[in-house]
């Protein structure tokens, strides 16, 4: 089955650790993106990558880091900067696009839920 | 400024009545999707209905309707004869321009479809 992973489903962190979480896709999808959910507050992007060894920063990036050395794979890091790093992650994912379509669906994992302790 | 509107935190609707969701957004690129997503208490997001810019008739899928007035830049999501698995938060979103830029998300709207 085709589809997004995200692992672990639960984090806990003492304050003051870094943590990664991850994310898998089997999708063969070009771009991946990492957004962040509080409650009352939507989905905020973190960061995104359109191809592989290449990303930007989203809204809220600050405290984060991500890499993309492959397709398939798309980890972020949240760091011991991150003042507030107690949140649902959602990692997505979405194919290749030309001649300037903009239908272009996210297709989303699981979630991890990360608490710091 | 925020790029997707949703004025209403939380709305309820007795099962198989309609209800509407609304959805107001803000963009001076002429050529732009809006999305919306479902995402029940698991967390999981799940689409369930697109409209292009361009699009010339508002976008159906099944028992959902999308009401795409473009002069009011409202997008609203109609759900026909609810259900109680409707109960869900519910995320409008937009994609300015074209190809892989992400998605912004408004702050979603919780239903709550009552028996």
């Known amino acids: 089955d085709g589809g997004i992973t995200q692992s672990p489903k639960y984090l806990f962190r003492k304050e003051g650790q870094n943590v990664t979480l991850s994310c898998e896709q089997n999708?063969?999808?070009?771009?991946m993106y990492w957004y962040r959910q509080d409650p009352g507050q939507g989905l905020r992007l973190i960061y995104y990558?359109?191809?592989?060894?290449?990303?930007q920063k989203g809204d809220i990036a600050e405290g984060y880091s991500v890499s993309r050395e492959k397709k398939e794979s798309f980890p972020l890091t949240v760091t011991s900067a991150q003042k507030n790093p107690t949140a649902f992650y959602l990692c997505?994912?979405?194919?290749?696009?030309?001649?300037?379509?903009?239908?272009?669906?996210?297709?989303f994992g699981p979630g991890t839920r990360l608490t710091v302790l | 400024a925020q790029k997707i509107t949703q004025t209403q935190p939380g709305m309820f609707v007795q099962e198989k009545e309609a209800v509407t969701l609304d959805c107001t957004y803000d963009?001076?690129?002429?050529?732009?999707?809006l999305f919306w997503y479902k995402q029940p208490s698991s967390g999981e997001m799940i689409f369930l209905i697109y409209?292009?810019?361009?699009?010339?008739q508002n976008a159906t899928e099944g028992r959902y309707s999308l009401n795409f007035q473009k002069a009011r830049k409202s997008a609203n999501l109609v759900i026909s004869a609810s259900q109680l698995g409707d109960s869900a938060m519910y995320f409008c979103?937009?994609?300015?321009?074209?190809?892989?830029?992400?998605?912004?998300f408004g702050k979603g709207t919780r239903l709550s479809v009552i028996a």
């Open positions: 997505a994912s979405s194919p290749h696009t030309s001649g300037g379509a903009f239908y272009n669906e996210q297709f």
């Open positions: 999708l063969n999808h070009d771009a």
């Open positions: 990558s359109q191809i592989v060894n290449d990303f």
């Open positions: 963009t001076s690129d002429p050529s732009y999707g």
């Open positions: 409209q292009g810019s361009y699009d010339q």
């Open positions: 979103a937009m994609r300015e321009g074209s190809g892989n830029t992400p998605l912004v």
